[in-house]
């Protein structure tokens, strides 16, 4: 036979967890409305300051006006990676893609075995992973003439 003052201890100790349980869920609610870390902020790429010192090193002595397209030449660069035309890799319509960053010819191209023909600089050396993120940040950032 239960005697009610065991009842009444029961229900206490029911009472008791509920309430721990409710609070710790109270404590995690907290803890989630708590404002979440910044994500770690990407460096805005500049084309001028950043990537055509990268192309005059690397790319102009075939890149240029006469030379094989594109022309990556300061002053020419800009205009033809966002309005030229491919012309070995012509299954690519156009250097950037801005809807797919990562599928842009200019992109790829700095990649070891590109969908087309060589990697870039052709006889050079495969460019770091922090210079071809900088070509891949500059379109993601939407390919400015900065
Ligand atoms: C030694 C000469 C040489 C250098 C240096 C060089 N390229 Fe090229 N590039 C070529 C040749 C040749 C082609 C055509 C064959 C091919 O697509 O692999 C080409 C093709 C390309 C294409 C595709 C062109 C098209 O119209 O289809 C891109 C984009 C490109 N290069 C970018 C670069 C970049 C960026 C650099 C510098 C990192 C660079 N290249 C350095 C010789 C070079």
């Known amino acids: 036979m239960v005697t009610l003052q065991e ?10 967890i509920l309430s721990f349980v409710i609070s710790t869920l ?3 609610e907290r803890k989630y409305i708590e404002p979440f870390p910044k994500s770690p902020t990407v460096t805005k790429v500049s084309f001028s300051q950043d990537l055509q010192p990268l192309f005059n090193a690397d790319c102009i002595s075939c ?3 006469g030379g094989y ?5 300061t002053g020419a660069s800009y205009n033809e990676l966002l ?3 491919p012309v070995n890799c012509n299954s690519y319509s156009s250097y950037i893609n801005t809807l797919a960053p990562a599928t842009s010819l200019l992109y790829i191209k700095l990649l070891p075995s590109p969908a087309c023909d060589d990697m870039m600089p052709t006889g050079g050396s495969q460019w770091s992973p922090a210079k071809v993120q900088m070509v891949l940040d500059w379109i993601e950032q939407g390919t400015l003439n900065n």
């Open 26 to 28: 109270v404590a995690c």
């Open 7 to 16: 009842v009444k201890t029961l229900i206490m100790k029911k009472l008791l």
């Open 83 to 85: 309005i030229g035309a």
């Open 69 to 73: 397209a594109p022309d990556l030449t």
């Open 63 to 65: 890149h240029s006006n």
